[in-house]
């Protein structure tokens, strides 16, 4: 069954500071990679996805993500953080075939200091 | 410009009560899901129906029920109430077709409580 990992529960950055937060999945073959936002009390927010092609995909906010089969990873960046990204971050895994349903990882909250 | 819409942001109800959660799709989607998310263990997956009448447990079912009568509307029910189900729950809907595309579109979430 696959599963994901995200190793940072907290992060905290500065306003303008780059930003990586870690994602590691596991799956045997080319799994569906998915990143959501949580702003507080709300519900989820689809910010990028890889399903094939380049494995640097562009998303919503200025959001980017890589996926590296090597290392079983699919890391969000982005370059200059605004406090407006002040929320909860969840990867997800999907599969090719069968029930094909979304596993989450348990969220990476991002504060963001002034 | 709401899509996936869940009737109450904030539900209070008393242990051993039988609680309707409702979630309505507005995008003709085939599949509907609902999660709950607690604190330091994200979302895990309560049950899901990939159409009309069709419905199957996920991970953690004990204690849920649903209902989809009509493709819009997914029913998740709670038998009888109790406080550890106290939590933040979540709807999702997909197209069945090219669903990796579009992602799962979530709604707000209902926070129950259960005292």
């Known amino acids: 069954a696959q599963s994901v990992t995200q190793p940072d529960i907290h992060i905290t950055v500065s306003e303008g500071a780059s930003l990586e937060l870690r994602c590691n999945y596991s799956?045997?073959?080319?799994?569906?990679l998915f990143w959501y936002v949580q702003s507080p009390g709300q519900g989820l927010q689809l910010l990028l996805k890889?399903?094939?092609?380049?494995?640097l995909v562009q998303g919503i906010k200025g959001f980017e993500a890589e996926f590296k089969r090597s290392q079983s990873s699919f890391n969000l960046r982005k370059p200059s953080v605004h406090w407006s990204d002040a929320a909860e971050y969840f990867c997800?895994?999907?599969?090719?075939?069968?029930?094909?349903?979304?596993?989450f990882g348990k969220g990476t909250k991002l504060t963001v200091n002034p | 410009d709401v899509k996936v819409t869940q009737s109450s942001r904030y539900l209070v109800k008393r242990t051993g009560e039988k609680v309707f959660l409702e979630c309505v799709q507005d995008m003709d989607h085939e599949n509907m899901f609902w999660y709950r998310q607690d604190p330091g263990l994200g979302l895990r997956l309560i049950y899901f129906?990939?159409?009309?009448?069709?419905?199957e447990k996920g991970d953690i079912p004990e204690g849920y029920s649903v209902s989809r009568e009509k493709k819009e509307r997914f029913s998740l029910i709670l038998e009888s109430a109790s406080t550890n189900q106290t939590s933040m729950y979540l709807c999702?809907?997909?197209?069945?077709?090219?669903?990796?595309?579009?992602?799962?579109?979530f709604g707000s979430g209902t926070r129950l409580t259960i005292v």
């Open positions: 999702a809907s997909r197209s069945r077709r090219g669903w990796y595309y579009y992602g799962y579109t």
């Open positions: 129906s990939y159409d009309v009448k069709m419905k």
């Open positions: 997800a895994v999907g599969t090719q075939g069968g029930s094909e349903k979304l596993v």
């Open positions: 799956y045997g073959a080319t799994p569906y």
């Open positions: 890889y399903f094939s092609g380049d494995t």
